[in-house]
Nanobody
């Protein structure tokens, strides 16, 4: 059983920053991709950014220049640093871990950007 526990969401003013964390536990393959997705009300879940266990990163166009994803393999933790946040970034943010067997999901953490 794999568990992903997210933290770091909350309310932030436009232009502010947040750092999300996601810690993985349980049994998963050492070669994997961890990532962050988001889902706003009435919209489909979409990729924000992902990083492989070899530190190759991938960013959605809307995230490039404002978001940095990183991971600590020793801690099985992935981070998402988000800067210059906009109201359009308001969504539930979900952590993902994908290995060759399965794609695991966290419960989500809410990010609200509002003045």
């Amino acid at each position: 059983q794999v568990q992903l526990v997210e933290s770091g969401g909350g309310l932030v003013q436009p232009g502010g920053s947040l750092r999300l964390s996601c810690a993985a536990s349980g049994s998963f393959f050492i070669i994997n991709t961890m990532g962050w997705y988001r889902q706003a009300p009435g919209k489909q879940r979409e990729l924000v950014a992902s990083v492989t266990s070899g530190d190759s990163t991938n960013y959605a166009d809307a995230a490039k220049g404002r978001v940095t994803i990183s991971r600590d393999n020793a801690k099985a933790t992935v981070y998402l640093q988000m800067n210059s946040l906009k109201p359009a970034d308001t969504a539930s943010y979900y952590c993902s871990l994908r290995d060759f067997r399965y794609n695991y999901w966290g419960q989500g953490t809410q990010v609200t950007v509002s003045s």
